[in-house]
């Protein structure tokens, strides 16, 4: 198959299939006599792992180390699952970080009594840091 017709079955950019070439995760396809790409099933396979990592929230780095941990079918799947372990406890980090700043954004609209911009409290909050605990840019607190 062509470029176009792999990108179209799996919802994929042209550009982000020929980026994942690049970075090693998706495998240079063979060529024709006039120099255009020849996807195979293996492609689109391969894709549609690493388009379902990505729609998870997986890394590059995450999705080359379960590609390379997934080309020793005889191996436990031990380290695989240990990844996707490492990525949840990220995601509900993440979650809780969110969760945070939710609660904190809450309070403050609630504090808001409207009036007059010189007498915002969201504007004064936002002005003298708010919450010091919670700091969205980083996604950490403190």
């Known amino acids: 198959m062509n470029?176009?017709?792999?990108?179209?079955?799996?919802?994929?950019?042209?550009?982000?299939?020929r980026y994942y070439e690049r970075i090693g995760v998706l495998a240079a396809p063979a060529?024709?006599?006039?120099?255009?790409?020849?996807?195979?099933?293996?492609?689109?396979?391969?894709?549609?792992?690493?388009?379902?990592?990505?729609?998870?929230?997986?890394?590059?780095d995450e999705v080359r180390e379960m590609i390379a941990l997934g080309r020793h079918a005889e191996h436990s799947c031990a380290e695989i699952h240990a990844?996707?372990?490492?990525?949840?406890?990220?995601?509900?980090?993440?979650?809780?970080?969110?969760?945070?700043?939710?609660?904190?954004?809450?309070?403050?609209?609630?504090?808001?009594?409207?009036g007059r911009v010189d007498?915002?409290?969201?504007?004064d909050a936002l002005s003298h840091g708010g919450d010091a605990e919670v700091d969205a840019d980083d996604g950490v607190g403190g």
């Open 31 to 60: 060529r024709t006599s006039g120099n255009h790409r020849v996807y195979t099933r293996e492609h689109l396979r391969r894709l549609s792992f690493v388009r379902g990592a990505r729609r998870l929230g997986f890394t590059l």
């Open 83 to 114: 990844v996707a372990g490492r990525h949840l406890e990220a995601v509900r980090g993440k979650i809780t970080h969110l969760e945070r700043l939710r609660d904190e954004l809450a309070h403050m609209v609630d504090q808001c009594v409207g």
């Open 119 to 123: 007498h915002c409290g969201i504007l």
């Open 3 to 17: 470029i176009g017709t792999l990108a179209r079955l799996t919802d994929t950019k042209v550009d982000t299939i």
